[in-house]
């Protein structure tokens, strides 16, 4: 196989990463229904600013390990803390399963996104487009009509959807344009912390190049921190410093992405690299 | 009804000048002329929202209330059965099997995965409940769901987005339809467990002659599976012919263009994506959909363009086709300045070309 070189040119060193602060780390994950291990004994550390990409088989449990980590589904055991910057800026991390529901919930408003595999779950369907992507702005205290939809415009600009369709509801949207608008949606309050499930997932290639460029550009200038889930390796290329490759819910691979993309060890990871390269 | 090679009828869906409308009056689809017969794999491929999923509908007699159906005619076999429902939805149903774009949305929450392909299998012709629970289990390990007992036993929502897409592949394929229309059928899926969906329609492509429309925005998937594609931009078909030929050669400024925005795993750059957004273009019927994004527009371009032979069955809709077109006549074909996409090469087999046992 020949070698891939490095593909993000403008990609930041993370030399520093070493000293500065956690912002999620997570320590001995596991969750089963019944007799399915979903996720077993799962560690990892995400920094700020910081892209990491889950890959995976259908069913290795990466959606769990997601809903896990957002709060959004309850472990058998294991921690995630996560840092609330609540004082000062060296507070200890705090985790998140001890926090109260209403705690949580406003963290999923202000701090963190949520892109859903499937855009329905992640849309609310009966609301306008621009009231989908006003909702977030709205819970955090914004109040101005005008530049709630003003900002609703450019947002929808941003994932290309057009600005005649802000009063449209996502029922009559295609399935690639309820997918663009869910990410508006979660992005608008520019959070610090972004879990996307599939995110370009049915998404055409031009429409998804330009989704990448929109997100690296905002992981760049905002210094979003984003856990990546996907089945598509260019797109863990374009978007992921490091990058996890799960399998029957143990996490069997990880490292910096290029590395684990160009040498891979483990047999899923050479099938998944070898498929991908051959197609 | 045409007759294939062996004297056989040739089962067919034919698409022609299908037109579609928004309530508000926006042309949504524009004479959209499509076909597939048995045996056979058409790719259906363009920007978002440009019109793949309504088209799709529209053959299923399955528009959503509020599209408006303004001409062209839908015939299965020779028979008309344009409209929304009447008397040939049932054998529109059995012959023509659907996966849609959004599995979770397709399955009853309220039914397990068992009572609901094993009532699938019934409906199709299992005489007993114990031949359909065969069937199912049989069918969900072709989709490569193992331990069935747990899946038949399994909710939609315990199922994860893949597991759920793959039971809809089984409960679809459950009719033996002739034809299956695919809307992004791979989308949740994983590359190892796509391949083998694609060797499994491609088996039932060769076994028992299944045609296939399959909607698809992955480039490579087309390349590997289908013997013809269309493009569509705008609602509107802007290339069609041999796969071979369309990505190989593509010769509409639209196709290239989208061609040229492919990620590339072994280049060490970013893709390339089309300038303008999708957004951009003019409303059906006033020119070519392209023309506000288009690098190589020219005056004429306001007016609707012409579909053009490129050659054999290969056809663009562009007013620059023409003027290129002499270098393209008289045998071999006028390389088109973007290289295309990489076809694999002929002979090998899927296994070979995935590497996945
Ligand atoms: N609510 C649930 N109840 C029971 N089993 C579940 C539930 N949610 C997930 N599972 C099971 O856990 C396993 C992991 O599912 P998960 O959705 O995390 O997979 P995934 O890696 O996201 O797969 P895909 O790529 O197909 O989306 C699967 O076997 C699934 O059936
Ligand atoms: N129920 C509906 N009512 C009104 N407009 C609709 C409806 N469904 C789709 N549309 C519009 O028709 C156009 C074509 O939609 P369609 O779903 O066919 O796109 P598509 O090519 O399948 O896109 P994608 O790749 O994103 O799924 C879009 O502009 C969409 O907003
Ligand atoms: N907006 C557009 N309109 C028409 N065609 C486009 C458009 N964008 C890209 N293309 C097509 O995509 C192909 C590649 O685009 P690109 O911008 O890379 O041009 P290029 O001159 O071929 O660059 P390079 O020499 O670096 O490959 C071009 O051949 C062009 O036909
Ligand atoms: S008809 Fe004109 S605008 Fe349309 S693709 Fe051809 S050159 Fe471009
Ligand atoms: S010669 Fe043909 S291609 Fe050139 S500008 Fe005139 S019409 Fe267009
Ligand atoms: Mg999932
Ligand atoms: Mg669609
Ligand atoms: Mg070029």
């Known amino acids: 196989m020949t070698t891939v070189s490095a593909t993000r ?3 930041m060193t993370r030399a520093s990463a070493a000293v500065r602060k956690p912002l999620l780390k997570v320590e001995g994950l596991n969750k089963s229904f019944g007799r399915t291990v979903a996720c077993r004994n799962i560690d990892f550390t995400l920094y700020p600013g910081e892209v990491i990409g ?20 309850a472990p058998d055991a294991g921690s995630i803390a996560y840092d609330l910057r609540r004082g000062s800026e060296d507070a200890p991390l705090v985790d998140i399963l001890t926090l109260s529901e209403p705690e949580r919930r406003m963290l999923m408003r202000t701090d963190w996104g949520f892109v859903h595999q499937n855009p329905r779950d992640g849309l609310r369907m009966a609301v306008s487009a621009g009231g989908n992507i006003g909702e977030r702005p709205m819970a955090i205290g914004a109040r101005h009509y005008g530049d709630i939809r003003r900002e609703a415009e450019d947002w929808l600009a941003r994932v290309e959807i057009d600005i005649d369709r802000i009063d449209d509801k996502p029922r009559v949207f295609s399935g690639g344009m309820q997918q663009r608008l869910q990410i508006a949606r979660n992005l608008v309050t520019r959070p610090r912390l972004v879990f996307m499930d599939e995110p370009t997932g049915g998404l055409d290639v031009s429409v998804q190049a330009r989704l990448l460029d929109l997100l690296r550009g905002l992981v760049r200038d905002l210094g979003i921190a984003a856990v990546v889930v996907t089945h598509d390796l260019a797109v863990v290329r374009l978007l992921a410093d490091r990058l996890m490759v ?17 040498d891979p060890h483990h047999p899923y990871t050479q099938l998944l690299v070898s498929s991908v390269l051959q197609a | 009804m045409t007759l294939g090679m062996a004297g056989r009828p040739t089962a067919r869906i034919e698409v022609e000048g299908l037109t579609l409308a928004s309530a508000a009056g926006d042309i949504l689809v524009n004479d959209v002329d499509l076909a597939v017969s048995s045996g056979e794999i058409v790719a259906l491929v363009g920007e978002s929202g440009s019109g793949k999923s309504l088209t799709a509908l529209a053959i299923l007699g399955l528009l959503p209330r509020g599209i408006m ?27 023509i099997a659907a996966i849609f774009q959004d599995p979770q949305a397709s399955l009853d929450p309220r039914w397990t995965v068992g009572r609901y392909l094993t009532g699938q299998f019934r409906r199709y012709g299992a005489t007993s409940q114990r031949a359909a629970r065969a069937a199912a ?15 038949l ?3 939609p929502h315990e199922l994860s987005g893949g597991m759920a897409q793959r039971v809809m592949i089984a409960g679809a394929l459950a009719a033996g339809p002739q034809f299956l229309i695919a809307d992004e059928p791979t989308t949740a899926l ?11 329609l491609e088996d039932l492509q060769a076994d028992t002659g299944l045609g296939v429309l399959l909607i698809t925005h992955d480039l490579g998937v087309v390349a590997e599976m289908a013997q013809r594609v269309a493009v569509l931009y705008g609602g509107t078909v802007m290339e069609t012919g041999e ?48 023309q506000p994004r288009c690098r190589d527009a020219i005056a004429l371009c306001a007016q609707r363009p012409p579909s053009v032979v490129v050659s054999g069955s290969h056809r663009a809709a562009c007013h620059r086709s023409e003027p290129r077109l002499p270098h393209g006549f008289g045998g071999d074909k006028t390389q088109p300045q973007t290289s295309g996409y990489p076809l694999p090469a002929a002979g090998t087999s899927s296994a070979e070309r995935r590497h996945v046992g």
């Not at chain 1, 889950?54 to 589904?73: A, D, M, P, Q, Y």
């Not at chain 2, 159906?69 to 012959?95: F, K, M, Y």
Request: hydrophobic share 40%; proline share 8%; aromatic share 4%.
């Open chain 1, 9 to 11: 040119p403008e990609r």
């Open chain 1, 54 to 73: 889950i890959v995976g088989e259908s069913g290795s449990g990466k959606s769990t390990l997601l809903n896990c980590l957002s709060g959004r589904l």
């Open chain 1, 246 to 262: 799960m399998w029957r819910g143990d996490v069997v691979e990880a490292g910096l992405t290029d590395q684990v993309l160009d």
């Open chain 2, 69 to 95: 159906w303004r001409g062209g005619r839908v015939r299965l076999n020779g028979t008309d059965v344009t409209g929304l429902a009447g008397p040939h939805a049932s054998i529109r149903g059995r012959q």
């Open chain 2, 137 to 151: 289990v049989d069918m969900l390990a072709r989709v490569g769901l193992g331990d069935p007992a747990r899946i």
């Open chain 2, 153 to 155: 036993g399994a909710f």
């Open chain 2, 190 to 200: 994983d590359v190892t467990t796509q391949a083998q969906i694609l060797d499994l």
């Open chain 2, 243 to 290: 796969a071979a030929d369309v990505l190989g050669a593509p010769w509409h400024p639209y196709t290239q263009a989208l061609l040229a925005s492919m990620p590339d795993l072994a280049q060490p750059a970013p893709p390339r994506p089309i300038s303008g957004s999708p957004g951009d273009r003019l409303a059906a019927g006033t020119g070519c959909p392209f």
